[in-house]
């Protein structure tokens, strides 16, 4: 009996210590959390349509990520040479909007089932190399439509792709429907070039980083706008001086898995793990006038 009890007692010790180790090494708790620093992620949408401009984003330094839209002329181009940079490629994918606006090939619309989903969404892979994860193009209609994110999400966690809801709606049910599912996902926090004024453009900056320093990571989406473009060249090099860390897209959304203890295993690809090592022209959406520090809502354009 007196030994029973004791192993009773030590199997206890030893759980409360396995315990306080997973507390203590846990990223996002405790002294872990307060020593890493603030984290932006930046996505260049609308990519392949355009050379110049194209080539112009991929030369920003650092690991900004860029989103491609399917079957456009330079997307393979531009893709294989963003992964010989060490960037990160997405696959910018059109949905339905509300207006009736042109989306371009390979888009998902309502009334499309599983399998039609299913099958566009390979074809538009299949036609952007190196794609680890996914972002909606337009889509403030279909992103609310849990029915269709729930086909689109379980296809992306059976290819083990991430994906980062634009949030072109404050209806987008896109990101709740992928914590469901087992995809790793983020939400975008800030649209940089709504205004395509270059002063517009660096408070959007700024206003990213005060959402970074408070919330400990964000995400901005931005356009090969020759603005934007001359904006983030003379913020980015200064991120470091701030103690802000830039990160590939996936980095944030394995951040926010591991905040929300989601599965890992299932919704990460080797592809995707690899991209989380840290590092030494159509529009997709618009952003309301807003000081707010909140994310406002958004519409298609």
């Known amino acids: 009996m007196t030994r029973r009890i004791a192993f009773g007692h030590n ?17 996002g708790s405790g002294r872990a959390a307060q020593d890493e620093p603030p984290r932006i992620a930046i996505v260049i949408d609308d990519m392949g349509n355009a050379l110049r401009p194209g080539r112009a984003a991929l030369a920003l330094p650092g ?20 992964h010989r940079l060490n960037k990160e490629v997405m696959l910018h994918l059109p949905m339905e909007a509300e207006q009736p606006l042109p989306l371009g090939p390979l888009a998902l619309h309502r009334g499309m089932t599983r399998s039609d989903i299913s099958q566009t969404l390979g074809e538009a892979l299949s036609s952007v190399p190196h794609v680890v994860g996914v972002n909606n193009h337009m889509g403030s209609l279909l992103t609310s439509r849990p029915e269709a994110m729930q086909w689109l999400m379980k296809d992306l966690s059976r290819r083990g ?5 634009s949030r072109t709606s404050k209806e ?72 802000i860390e830039l990160v590939p897209a ?10 929300n ?26 952003e309301p ?7 406002a809502s958004s519409r298609d354009r």
């Not at 900056?205 to 964000?218: K, N």
């Open 261 to 286: 203890l989601w599965p890992v295993s299932s919704s990460l690809s080797p592809r995707v793990a690899k991209s989380l090592k840290p590092s030494p022209s159509s529009t997709c959406c618009v």
């Open 172 to 243: 987008s049910a896109a990101a709740n429907v992928a914590e469901h599912s087992a995809v790793s996902v983020a939400k975008r926090d800030v649209f940089l070039d709504s205004s395509r004024d270059p002063e517009a453009i660096r408070a959007q900056f700024q206003r990213l980083i005060r959402l970074a320093e408070r919330q400990g990571s964000a995400l901005a989406i931005g356009h090969p706008y020759p603005e934007t473009l001359d904006v983030l060249g003379d913020e980015l090099p200064r991120l470091e001086s701030l103690g």
């Open 63 to 82: 690991r900004v990520t860029y989103a491609f839209l399917p079957q456009t002329p330079f997307a393979g181009r531009l893709a294989e040479q963003a």
């Open 289 to 295: 006038a807003s000081t707010s520090s909140s994310p």
């Open 11 to 27: 199997w206890v010790l030893l759980l409360c210590l396995c315990l306080c180790l997973c507390l203590v090494l846990w990223p």
């Open 250 to 259: 996936s980095r944030l959304t394995m951040i926010n898995l591991r905040r």
């Open 161 to 165: 792709l991430f994906f980062v809801d």
